[in-house]
């Protein structure tokens, strides 16, 4: 079977997510510090319970981490006494220094030169439910398009968004490869439409999710083999 088209997962596949946002949020809370003295401080328990009392009451923007990110910003704002517009001017201007250091990633040490390569033999497309930017982190050569769950409104596993990568490059399920470090997001949320599956596994985990991916990796750089012998 012939495949046209390779989608990614960001987080946790093309590079480590957790030291990014710990780093994006010190990066926040100095910027915080000099220009909104005014703002409790934000400790990481702090915006748990800003995200909690956000998606209460607000639970369609569960998955939408950009817009769920500033919500928690406005909130902490106007509960700390600022007014309105300067609570939405304030929390949008600290959102986007938080965005800013957000794309700060630190790729694995494979995933440029292997981009590099199967974007000369098939359409790269990204799929994630973060908010990275290809273009920002450096990788927006390589990738034909990027979606994710701010701009489809939905996330990962839903098929929408699946569906939207294959409307988008105009190839069919069965030509298609999704390649993610999540069993249910991305394996399973994948197989629901019909696409082949490769599960990222650097650390070795034991299968737990529901039908087994096509194929598992333990390294990006393994990619183009395995992808030509699902090609086969």
Not at 100 to 117: G, H
Not at 127 to 141: F, I, K, Q, T
Request: a negative charge; charged letters at 20%.
């Amino acid at each position: 079977m012939t495949i046209e088209l390779i989608t990614f997962d960001l987080d946790d596949t093309l590079w480590s997510v957790q030291p990014v946002i710990v780093a994006a949020d010190h990066k926040l809370r100095a910027w915080l510090a000099e220009h909104a003295a005014r703002v409790e401080v934000l400790t990481p328990e702090r915006l748990q319970q800003l995200r909690a009392e956000v998606v209460q009451l607000q639970p369609e923007l569960d998955r939408r981490v950009s817009e769920v990110r500033y919500q928690m910003l406005l909130r902490a704002f106007l509960q700390s006494g600022y007014g309105e517009v300067e609570a939405r001017e304030t929390a949008e201007q600290a959102f986007q220094v938080f965005l800013a250091a957000r794309q700060n990633v630190e790729l694995f040490a494979d995933v440029r030169p292997t981009l590099a390569q199967l974007c000369n033999a098939y359409m790269l497309g990204a799929l994630s439910n973060g908010n990275a930017d290809v273009r920002r982190v450096g990788l927006g050569e390589y990738f034909s398009f990027a979606l994710n769950a701010d701009a489809l409104g939905v996330a990962k596993p839903e098929p929408a968004v699946f569906l939207a990568a294959l409307a988008r490059a105009q190839v069919e399920p069965s030509h298609s490869i999704h390649i993610g470090d999540h069993a249910h997001d991305d394996v399973f949320g994948a197989q629901q439409v019909g696409m082949r599956t490769i599960w990222f596994n650097p650390e070795g985990k034991p299968w737990t999710g529901e039908t087994e991916p096509d194929a598992q990796v333990s390294q990006i750089a393994q990619l183009p083999e395995v992808i030509r012998s699902l090609s086969e």
